[in-house]
């Protein structure tokens, strides 16, 4: 190493010495903006995860929705495969199948006690040729697929639509709650979010203030802006990526501790999932811009 | 070529003040300056001048051969760390000691903790602060605090030392006492400028005098051997 970089390192971990002593300028002041800014990660994350549970259960939802449209007896085959390509041009509509009447007999079959269909001669177990229509999940379309099922109940050919497979309109609605929740945590987050960046601008004002006397006499002495400036930066930094992290290892904690409940209740697996590999870099990375914007904004609206 | 020197240099402060009219003046390296007058007289506009913590309405100066009017911003402080500056408050730092206060201005150089505790110490041994390194300054004289401030400057070795009426707050015994070690300084090679409005020093110690009235010089009044003195350069 050069000397001229050996006396640079030098001067770097002199300030971030400087930096990490700014946080005991205001203590008090410092340790509410670094909790501000951990609720405020933890109701994001909170939310973020909120938001993947709302997709998930509407992906379920649409997934569990499928209808079976049976047929009246008999309809050519012809009109069978019209009505099939109509199906498919519909927005709701995943895919159509065609189901025989063995076959319709074969999943009844499926849903009986197996004692009970042994016992039964198989003609007695009902079974008639209908369409599987496997609905598609549209987001923009939260009503779910009621036009098109009340449009296939309109259908001469059609004997009968059974209706969505139970839990899927559960599931929707679940899906909205969810929704809600998670739009609700993140308006909380965002007035938050403001609060905490004030917080953060005046402990880093105050910390200018009290350093005010040290700053004019270090400008007298040859100190570049840089060098004034970089404790601030590393204090504002620290301040923003401590409390940012220590926000995501709350919320993942509150998520677990959730997710623990709601499957101990409801069966349910995977309730709210939380990448910390991925979120805890994010909010590390969120922190460092956040602190370096609030000593950015401290300095100017000192220099001003 | 003389360290510093100026040229028709005015300062004019916004709302038409002017703190300085047309002062012109050289000062050669190893001299000893007085900068005399009254309180207004301009002498704090001029050595702020000389630190580029103001900027002249009209002039040149040049410090170190360098004009401060066309010196570009990034390059100050690098000026600032060849000039050492004195108030007449002290201006510590009430809550670091007086071995912190002093090593302020060396951090910015990059030096080792070693480096910096040699420099501290042989500035403070210089002053005959040594046993006080550990104190506050609260729990310091004036005197001892205008050593302090003295030594903060002469850590970084300056070759130009400015002293804005560093005797402003002390007695006569202690006011003597710091020209004295200012003197001692310049006869080491340290070209000293002190701002000064007391008549009785400027008696005392008959170095160059440079006397300013409302802006203006209106004397230069050069060295000169005073009755039971020798100190004078």
């Known amino acids: ?304 | 070529m003389p360290l510093l020197s100026l040229q028709g240099v005015t300062k004019r402060y916004p709302g038409g003040v002017e703190a300085l009219r047309d002062v012109s003046f050289e000062v050669n390296e190893g001299e000893f300056l007085f900068l005399a007058g009254p309180s207004g007289a301009g002498k704090t506009t001029l050595l702020r001048l000389l630190v580029r913590l103001e900027v002249a309405t009209q002039g040149d100066i040049l410090v170190f051969g360098r004009h401060l009017q066309r010196i570009r911003e990034s390059s100050v402080p690098y000026l600032r760390r060849n000039i050492g500056f004195v108030f007449q408050d002290f201006r510590l730092l009430g809550d670091r000691t007086v071995a912190e206060n002093v090593a302020l201005g060396l951090h910015i150089l990059g030096l080792t903790r070693r480096e910096i505790r040699s420099r501290v110490e042989e500035a403070l041994a210089d002053l005959q602060l040594e046993g006080l390194a550990a104190s506050l300054p609260a729990a310091l004289s004036g005197g001892e605090q205008q050593r302090v401030a003295i030594a903060r400057a002469l850590v970084m070795h300056p070759p130009l030392l400015l002293a804005d009426e560093p005797t402003g707050n002390l007695d006569w015994d202690l006011s003597n006492e710091t020209v004295r070690l200012l003197a001692r300084l310049n006869r080491r090679g340290t070209t000293v400028i002190m701002a000064t409005h007391d008549r009785f020093l400027l008696r005392e110690w008959p170095y160059r005098t440079l006397w300013l009235h409302r802006g203006a010089l209106v004397e230069d009044r050069p060295a000169s051997p005073a009755p039971g003195s020798t100190e004078a350069s």
Not at chain 1, 95 to 108: F, H, K
Not at chain 1, 232 to 241: E, F, S
């Open chain 1, 1 to 304: 190493m050069t000397v001229p970089l050996r006396s640079l390192v030098r001067q770097g971990l002199y300030l971030v010495g400087q930096g990490l002593q700014g946080l005991r300028v205001a203590p008090g002041q410092t340790l509410w903006s670094v909790l501000l800014l951990a609720v405020t990660a933890s109701l994001v994350s909170l939310a973020i995860a909120f938001g993947g549970l709302a997709a998930r259960l509407s992906e379920q939802a649409a997934r569990g929705s499928r209808v079976l449209v049976y047929l009246k007896d008999p309809v050519p085959t012809a009109e069978v495969q019209r009505l099939m390509s109509r199906l498919q041009g519909q927005a709701d509509v995943e895919s159509v199948t065609y189901l025989t009447r063995e076959q319709d007999r074969a999943e009844n079959a499926r849903l009986l006690p197996p004692d009970l269909v042994a016992s039964l001669p198989p003609e007695a177990i009902p079974g008639q040729h209908a369409l599987e229509v496997s609905l598609r999940f549209r987001p923009e379309a939260p009503e779910g697929p009621d036009a098109l099922l009340a449009s296939l109940r309109a259908l001469e050919e059609v004997d009968l639509v059974a209706e969505p497979v139970v839990g899927g309109q559960r599931l929707r609605a679940m899906a909205a709650a969810v929704d809600l929740g998670r739009t609700i945590l993140l308006a909380m987050a965002v007035l938050l979010l403001v609060g905490s960046l004030s917080f953060v601008v005046a402990t880093l004002t105050r910390t200018l203030d009290r350093r005010r006397d040290e700053v004019t006499l270090l400008r007298l002495l040859g100190a570049t802006e840089g060098f004034l400036r970089t404790p601030l930066m590393v204090q504002g930094a620290l301040q923003g990526m401590v409390g940012l992290g220590l926000g995501v290892l709350g919320g993942a904690l509150v998520a677990d501790g959730l997710s623990a409940w709601l499957e101990g209740r409801h069966d349910l697996h995977r309730v709210l999932v939380m990448r910390l590999d991925l979120a805890l870099p994010l909010a590390l990375a969120a922190g460092l811009v956040l602190g370096l914007a609030g000593a950015l904004v401290a300095s100017r609206r000192k220099e001003a």
